[in-house]
């Protein structure tokens, strides 16, 4: 390896810096490399920085991304670590994601001090989510459930709960894995009955195409499966043209060579909801989930996406 150490770009919530050294670890491990091998670079996003609106109303996925592939681009950075599901679906040209972790646990957890589970709480209760998906598919369960906007990292939104500002909220149980926080989860959401947005769960590494430091240096470190699975999810999710201004949830599963996505678009009051499943070989996980979203989209037929 060269001298000069390989720098990794990420965000600076706990989050982020917790799957920024997750990256270095294991490349310190596959390489037998010291910790001065690396250099951990954090980038502010204009995501991090927008706190009182909705993604959707100022830019979507991307804000979480831009400033640190502008790094990545003018050199600054060899690689970004980014949690799969703030990832648009188109990258900028010469970038592309080389390697993906091991998945963790895919569901979403529901956090409240005043109810075991979502169909648990009281009517007319308070659930704060600042994701679309998630206020759709709680409203599809439980109409009678006022939804707020809730944006914040992760301790932000502990904050909150805990302070009585809403009586519940849904997080990504991966997120609280990582950070050790595993107690603060009241019940799991299943996913047959939830499913996760595209690629939650799982970090991905973005980097130069053509820089083949770096490249061979993330072969060692990457999980085929993880990016089999990813594969399928993001091509049913470029086909929807999904941002975080529509709901869609999207999960593959690998059995053996047996590839299978479940997707789902809803309505965002919930109230129209359409599911597709498709299968087959893992060597065909694009095609499988390119196929999941165009039959998605002619069942929901013209307009369902742009109502709202």
């Known amino acids: 390896m060269q001298s000069n150490p390989l ?76 949690s799969s599901k703030d990832m648009p679906t188109v990258l900028p040209d010469s970038l592309a994601l080389t390697a993906f ?44 459930i006022d939804v707020v906007m809730y944006r914040g990292n992760l301790q932000t939104r502990l904050r909150k709960l805990a302070e009585g500002e809403v009586d519940a909220t849904l997080l990504a149980y991966a997120g609280l894995r990582r950070l050790g926080l595993e107690e603060e989860v009241t019940s799991l959401l299943e996913t047959e009955d939830f499913l996760p947005a595209v690629g939650q769960g799982a970090i991905c590494i973005e980097s130069r195409e053509g820089d083949e430091r770096t490249l061979e240096m993330l072969q060692a470190i990457h999980d085929r499966e993880t990016q089999i699975r990813l594969d399928a999810e993001r091509a049913f999710l470029a086909v929807l043209d999904g941002s975080c201004r529509t709901p869609i949830g999207g999960l593959a599963l690998l059995n053996g060579d047996e590839l299978t996505l479940t997707g789902t678009v809803l309505k965002p009051d919930g109230s129209e909801v359409h599911d597709e499943v498709r299968s087959g070989r893992a060597t065909d996980a694009v095609q499988i989930g390119q196929a999941a979203g165009e039959a998605l989209k002619a069942k929901m037929g013209p307009g369902f996406l742009s109502s709202h």
């Open 101 to 144: 972790l091991p998945r963790e646990d895919v569901r979403d957890a529901f956090l409240s001090p005043k109810a075991k589970t979502l169909m648990d709480l009281p009517h007319g209760a308070v659930v704060g989510s600042s994701s679309l998906r998630r206020q759709a598919m709680i409203k599809r369960l439980r109409p009678d």
């Open 7 to 82: 720098r990794i770009g990420t965000r600076g919530s706990a989050l982020a810096l917790a799957q920024a050294h997750e990256t270095r670890a294991r490349l310190m491990a596959a390489h037998d490399l010291p910790e001065d091998a690396f250099e951990i670079v954090v980038i502010k996003t204009s995501g991090d920085q927008i706190q009182d609106r909705p993604l959707s109303e100022v830019g979507g996925k991307g804000l979480f991304t831009k400033e640190i592939e502008e790094a990545m681009l003018d050199g600054r950075i060899d690689l970004a670590v980014h």
